[in-house]
């Protein structure tokens, strides 16, 4: 899943859970879980699959974090409320560390890489959407979780 999906996960469960540990915790797990479904990423062509098309989408999903972040502070969402702020943290970590896997290649992000890969292709390798359908499923979601937020 993209950021954007895993931030109003844990946009969620920080507005049902109340204790901010609990919240990274479970937005940790179910951001592994959320990556079991397929949702379009295994099937992009190799040519794509270079620094430049890598943050191209980086930057595109940061941004429609920051349109989906201002919608919800428009609509009165407490944003800074720790168990948000940790839920959103805690669902969003295994990508941020990916990040850092790419950029350093070191021996402790290879293993998380390692993980993260393991909950994400479970499914994916074998069943996974093209990057267009996969793109309107996540849209789906995060239409779903913005309804359950607001």
């Known amino acids: ?14 507005q049902y859970i109340s204790n901010p540990f609990i919240a990274f915790v479970i937005g940790l797990i179910l951001h592994y879980i959320f990556d ?14 270079n620094p430049i098309h890598i943050a191209l989408a980086g930057i ?11 919608f919800l502070l428009i609509n009165k969402v407490d944003l800074l409320k720790p168990s948000i702020v940790m839920g959103v943290i805690g669902s ?8 850092f896997y790419y950029v350093s290649r070191g021996k ?6 390692n993980f993260h890969n393991f909950w994400h292709d479970m499914i994916s ?25 607001i």
């Open 108 to 113: 402790i992000f290879t293993r998380l890489q």
């Open 1 to 14: 899943m993209f950021l954007t999906v895993h931030s109003a996960t844990g946009v969620v469960i920080g």
């Open 92 to 99: 969003t970590l295994p990508d941020i560390l990916q990040a």
């Open 60 to 70: 595109i999903d940061l941004t429609v974090i920051l349109f989906f972040f201002t």
């Open 36 to 49: 079991i479904i397929p949702h379009g990423d295994t099937k992009v062509d190799n040519k794509y699959k």
């Open 125 to 149: 390798t074998k069943h996974d959407f093209n990057l267009p359908i996969g793109l309107i499923f996540q849209s789906i979601i995060l239409i779903i979780l913005t309804i359950i937020i």
